[in-house]
């Protein structure tokens, strides 16, 4: 993710999502609760279900400002332009603010990450949604058989569990 502000030439790019890697990585999500929780539930699981929230949309800026770089790469010339030229163009003003919310979005994902590592979960619920959120983590593409093993695990356990 840093790449993106790093890269000052069409040869430097960020790292792009793949299609199959945002729709596997999103697999165990709907194991979550995404919806409001009962003040009673276990803390964690309103922790990691906002996580998720976070990742879901990073990953939506992500394909944005790539989409987004890729069309001023090519037709207007982007990395060949001095910052007064970047400037006068209104699809530059939206690429600064997808950095901007990318950039609040990173900060608020691993103060979430942070509070979950030191509580044990408390209900099986939490389990899941700690488990969903290393779905998350893993990239498919680089682990497979891990991931394969997560989000199996949260399938087994939502459906032990009653399907919550």
Sequence with gaps: ??????????????????????????????????G???GNADPAVTVCTRWLAVDAEQ??????????????????????????????IPEGARLSEIDAQLDVLEVEGHALLKAMRPKPAKSVEAVIANLSVAARLIFVEDHPEAH???????RDLAAFSGGK
Aim: charge should be positive.
């Design 59 to 88: 990953r939506r800026l992500q394909l944005e400002w790539g989409t987004l770089e890729g069309w001023l790469m090519t037709k207007r010339n982007w990395y060949k332009l001095s910052p007064e030229q970047r400037a006068e």
């Design 148 to 154: 394969g093993l997560i989000t199996r695990a949260v």
């Design 36 to 38: 409001p929780v009962p």
């Design 1 to 34: 993710m840093d790449s993106r502000h790093k890269a000052e030439s069409a040869d430097v790019r960020a790292r792009q999502l793949s299609r199959r890697s945002v729709l596997s990585g999103g697999s165990a999500a709907p194991f979550i609760n995404q």
